[in-house]
C-alpha cells in the first residue's frame, strides 16, 4: 500500500520535487532517505546509509545511483543529480508519479511505456534492493552507475577522504572495503565494466541553506547494462552483510493509517538496546524524546514489550539517579545533562502500566522511581535538587543545558532556565504521584511520597502564579515571567497540581499568543527576544530555537490541557487539523521538528521527529477518546 503519492505535475517540478523528501527506517538505525526528484539535496541522503554502529553511528555507503534507460529509439536519464550551479541528467522530467509506502517507487516514461524504480528496504539489516522493473511491451537497455562513498553521516566526502582497503570485482559482485566497513553490490545479471571513476562537486542544497559546507564528491566504482525483458526486473543489492538475496517487494505491509506509520518508523532494535530514534537524519535516541515519544510510539501503536525494552534499557544506564540525555554517536559514555528526561521516564513508565498492568514489571519500575527519587532529594548531577523549604525542584549549573530547551552556540546557553522551571516542577510533583500509584497497586507504604507531592504542588500553586500577566511564571527563583509553553505542559500532566480558574486563564494567554496551526510558540511573540524566523546558519537557527519557533510536539500536551481544564473538545479536534494534513509538505509520512513562529509557518528542523508524530498521535486518540464520552 502506498500512503503518499506524488503526481507528475509536482515530480516533474524541479524546485518542488528536490523539495519533497522521502525515507524508509531499516529498523537500527539505519535508512535510506532522498527527494522525489531523485537529487540529493543533504549530506545525510542516500539509499544505504547503514547503521555501522546501531543505533547511533551511520556511515552513508551507496549515496545514489546514475541511471539511463532505452527503449526503442528512446534513451532517457532515470535519475537526476545537482552540482554547483546546474542539475544534470534531468531524470525527473521523465516521472509519472512517485509512491511512498513500506517502499519508495518512481514510475518513468520511456519509448511510449512505463519503468518502474523501486526500493526496498531489508527490515534489521543494513541492505536495501534497488530495482527497475519492466512492465512491456518492449525490451529495455539499463545502464546504472553506483556512486559509492564511505563516510560519516554528518560530515562531506572529498576525492582526498577515499583510500579504499579492497575494490574487488568477482563475479556478480563489486566490493568495495574503507576504514574496515565493506560495501558489497550484487548485480549477477549485469554484464559489469570497472571504471573507477570520481563525480565531482555535488550539490546539497539544504546544507547551504544551514550554512554549512555543501559539496560531496562521489566514487563509481563500475558501469552495469542490463537487458530487461517485458515483465522483467533488473536488480542491484546493497549491503554490509556480503551477498544478499534480493527483495523485490517488502516484507510487511504499511499499516492503513498515515499517523501510525509515522509514529511507528522510529523504532530500533538492536544488539544494544532497544530505543526510538529522536528524528531522521540527524538525530540518535535521547532520553527524553523517547519517553515523550513512547506512549505514542509504542502503547498507542500496539507494542506493549516494545515499550517495556525501551524503559528496561534506559534503567540500565541510571547514574546518579538520571537516565542518559542521549546515547552520543562517537564516544562509549551516554550523556547526562538533562532534569526532565528522568521525570518523562516516570510518567512513560505510569503510561505502560496503566495500559497494561504488569506485576513483575511494576516491582521493578517501582526500584527504579524509588533510586531516582532519593537522588533527586539528597542532590544529583548539575545542580539538581530538592529544596527542602518548599519542595520544589531546582536546577542549574554554568555552560550547561538541562531542559529540553536546550540550544547551545559554543559555551552560550540560548534558554539557561536556571532555578525552578514551571514543567520540570509539574513533573517532578507527577514522577512523586506516579510513584506513589505504583505503590499503593503494590500494596506497600508510600505516606513519604504523598507528603512530598502535597508540599511541592501547594508551592507550585503558589509561587508560580502571576497575576499581573494572567499566566504562570516560566521559572522562580529567580523569576521569569516571559510567556511561554512550558506551563501548558505542566498543566496537561496526569497528576498535574496546576488546573482550576488559573490554568483556565492561562490556557487562554496561550491559545491568544503562542497557538498556530502547527502548534506552540516556544515564547510570545511580544516578548523580549522573539524571533519569528528559524532560518539562516547554524548560529542564527540555534538562537532563534526556541526564542518563537513553534514545535510540533507540544500540541499534545496543548490538547490534553485543554481537555483536562475545559472540556473544550471542539476546540482541541481544531487544532489537529492543519498538522494531520501537512504530512505531506516536508518529509513524506513525517512531521517537521519546527516552523517558523511567524507566518506562513515554514518548516525546518529535522524532517521526520519522533515526538512531533507520536504526540499528534497521542493527541488525536485523546480527543477521540473524549468525543466518544
Known sequence: MSLHIIPAETCRDYVKSSRREWMLSLGNGGYAMGTVSGANARRYHGLLVAATQPPEVRTV????????AQIGDDQAPLSTNQYAGTVHPHGYKRLKEFRLGAMAEWDFEVGGQTLIKRLVPHPGEDTVTLSYHN??????????????????????????????????????????????IELTLSHPAADRTPTTGWYYRFHNEREAERGLEPTDDLFC???LRYLVPPGESAVLVASIHGDVEPRLRPTHKSPGDPLVEAARRFSVRTPSRTSLIAGYPWFTDWGRDTMIGLPGACLLTGEIEEAKAILRAYASQMRHGLIPNRFVDKGDEPEYNTVDATLWFAQAVYATLNQKWDEAFALEARGWLRESIEWHLKGTLYGIKVDASD???????????????????????????????????????????????????????????????????????????????????????????SLRPNQVIAMSLPFSPLNGPQAAQALTKVRQ???????????????????????????????????????PWLIGPYVEATLRVTGDVTHARDCLSTLLRSMDEYGLGGLAEVYDGDAPHVPGGCPWQLWSAAELLRARTLVDAAEIM
Open 513 to 551: 499568543q503562542l497557538l498556530t496551526p502547527y502548534g506552540l510558540r516556544t515564547l510570545g511573540p511580544h516578548e523580549p527576544g522573539y524571533r519569528g524566523r528559524f532560518e539562516g546558519d547554524m548560529r542564527q537557527r540555534d538562537a532563534a530555537y526556541h526564542q518563537g519557533t513553534v514545535w
Open 135 to 180: 512492465p512491456g511491451p518492449e525490451p529495455c537497455t539499463l545502464t546504472l552507475r553506483p556512486l559509492v562513498c564511505h563516510k560519516f553521516y554528518h560530515e562531506n566526502f572529498r576525492v582526498t577522504d577515499f583510500y579504499p582497503e579492497t575494490l574487488m570485482f568477482p563475479d556478480g559482485q563489486t566490493v568495495l572495503t574503507h576504514n574496515g
Open 221 to 223: 566504482p563500475c558501469e
Open 391 to 481: 519542595g520544589l525542584l531546582a536546577q542549574g549549573a554554568p555552560g550547561v543545558q538541562l531542559t529540553w530547551m536546550d540550544a547551545k552556540v559554543g559555551e552560550w546557553v540560548v534558554t539557561p532556565r536556571h532555578g525552578k522551571p514551571v514543567e520540570i516542577n509539574g513533573l517532578w510533583v507527577n514522577a512523586l504521584r506516579v510513584t506513589e500509584w505504583l505503590e499503593g497497586k503494590l500494596n506497600r507504604p508510600s505516606e513519604d511520597l504523598a507528603a512530598l507531592a502535597d508540599q511541592a504542588s501547594a508551592s507550585m500553586q503558589t509561587k508560580f502564579w502571576h497575576q499581573m500577566t494572567g499566566h504562570y511564571l516560566d521559572t522562580v527563583d529567580p523569576s521569569d515571567a
Open 61 to 68: 555507503l551507496l549515496a545514489a545511483v546514475e541511471a539511463y
